[in-house]
């Protein structure tokens, strides 16, 4: 296989797995980083691809919010980490809103329940979609730079580089996840009013 079409084929898979909701998605775009400060992938392309695919990915989510309503939002709530990312983003939504769509990303699987949760909301699509395309990119962005920076520090050592920028995202992502769960145990109760209903509710 030339090397356009090893490009080609990894750009592919970046597209396919930012498209598909839960996939594994920053370990390919670190690794992506990684390959691209070895000269092997191109840096600027892997962001424009996985951006373009994490949104049209929240476009399908914000639709499934909008079809099922309340029980989308359900099927999160079975799950402990996604129940507090439904809750805490659900809480701020309303009086912060775009920005709290661009903090979700950084939560664990918060930008498919974000998308989903704005579409349970009706929340405005264009106002969505503004948000959507700056979290994605920025997202897009934090992931392959991790990659690339750990590529960069390595002396292209690629298995290094690999474990290196995985490890800084765990730390990043994985307390960020147990905080947020502690601080929603310790959470008062919500308003039994809140300025935002979920269809169906």
């Known amino acids: 296989m030339s090397v356009p079409d090893t490009v080609a084929a990894a ?10 909701p839960f996939a594994p998605t920053e ?4 690794s992506c980083g990684v390959l691209a400060a070895s000269g092997k992938l191109p840096l600027p392309a892997v962001v424009l691809v996985a951006s373009v695919a994490c949104v049209l990915s929240d476009l399908i989510n914000y639709s499934v919010g909008r079809k ?17 990312v439904l809750d805490w983003t659900t ?10 769509l661009i903090a979700a990303r950084w939560l664990p699987a918060g930008g498919t329940i974000g998308a989903v ?18 979290g994605c990119t920025l997202w897009c962005l934090y992931a ?3 990659g690339y920076i750990g ?7 690629l298995v ?4 290196v920028s995985l490890g800084v995202g765990a730390l990043i992502s994985v307390p960020t996840g147990m905080a947020l769960r502690r601080a929603q145990q310790h959470a008062p109760e919500p308003d039994p009013q809140p300025a935002l209903q979920l269809v169906g509710s």
């Open 160 to 163: 290094l580089a690999l474990l």
């Open 68 to 84: 099922l309503g309340l029980p989308a939002m359900n099927r999160f709530r079975r799950r402990s980490a996604g129940a507090a």
């Open 144 to 146: 392959t730079a991790l």
């Open 27 to 30: 370990p390919v775009l670190i």
């Open 11 to 20: 750009l592919g898979l970046v597209f396919l797995v930012a498209l598909v």
């Open 151 to 157: 590529g960069t520090l390595t002396d292209d050592n």
């Open 117 to 134: 949760l704005c579409g349970s909301l009706r929340f405005p699509l264009r106002r969505f979609l503004t948000a959507s395309a700056i």
């Open 91 to 100: 809480a701020r939504l309303a009086s912060t809103g775009e920005p709290i």
